[in-house]
Nanobody, 118 residues
Framework: QVQLVESGGGLVQAGGSLRLSCAASGRTFTTMAWFRQAPGKEREFVAA??????AYADSVKGRFTITRDNAKNTVFLQMNSMHPEDTAIYYC???????????????WGQGTQVTVSS
């Protein structure tokens, strides 16, 4: 049974940093990603990693970094210089159907809340 378990969310002040983790179990994945969903908004792409190559939404480029530890089957999202607009529930996803930036993935985690105060 495949499971994706996120951790690392919390409350941070604007300009601060957080590191999210997503531990996968049940199988390994070539491509994993992070999405986020703010209240009243659609789920949006944040970053994806295929093998060791990262891709980013324009809104987080230069501030967020996605990495992976294949030995631990875990993906990380390092978030720096955070803005209040980064406040959302962050979801880990794996096994995309089509483009990595579209929210069409086979597997999803339960999400972790990230709140950035101004």
């Amino acid at each position: 049974q495949v499971q994706l378990v996120e951790s690392g969310g919390g409350l941070v002040q604007a300009g601060g940093s957080l590191r999210l983790s997503c531990a996968a179990s049940g199988r390994t994945f070539t491509t994993m990603a992070w999405f986020r969903q703010a209240p009243g908004k659609e789920r949006e792409f944040v970053a994806a990693i295929s093998w060791s190559i990262g891709a980013y939404a324009d809104s987080v480029k230069g501030r967020f970094t996605i990495t992976r530890d294949n030995a631990k089957n875990t993906v990380f999202l390092q978030m720096n210089s955070m803005h209040p607009e980064d406040t959302a529930i962050y979801y880990c996803a794996a096994d995309p159907v089509g483009s990595v930036s579209r929210a069409q993935y086979i597997y999803w985690g339960q999400g972790t809340q990230v709140t950035v105060s101004s």
